[in-house]
């Protein structure tokens, strides 16, 4: 009876969860495209942050992790809000998310 249970949990246990990268579309565009979007929806900068990212290149999801400035726009009373991330390389603003009802969390 042990071995068969000591089999089972062994059989069972062998199951790795791991995650996946999934492609995601994104608005990409020049920094006054961008901006002006950003400025219809009257959103101000929140804050700036150095995002740890992968990308895309020709041949694919690259292995490397990439350091691109990540920027997040809000706008307090419509409760909008948009994501924003810099590529150098590139020269070009990509909006990775934008949406609605923006809430703030309290401090714990």
Request: hydrophobic share 40%; charged share 20%.
């Amino acid at each position: 009876m042990r071995i068969i249970l000591i089999t089972l949990m062994i059989l069972v246990s062998t199951y790795a969860w791991g995650g996946s990268w999934n492609d995601k579309p994104v608005m990409c565009a020049e920094e006054q495209e961008v901006q002006s979007a950003i400025k219809e929806k009257s959103e101000t900068l929140l804050f700036n942050a150095v995002q740890l990212t992968k990308v895309r290149s020709k041949e694919g999801l690259q292995e490397r992790i990439e350091s691109l400035p990540l920027q997040i726009y809000v706008n307090f009373d419509t409760k909008t809000f948009t994501v924003v991330e810099y590529h150098p390389e590139h020269k070009i603003y990509c909006i990775v998310s934008y949406g609605t009802d923006l809430n703030l969390l309290q401090q714990l």
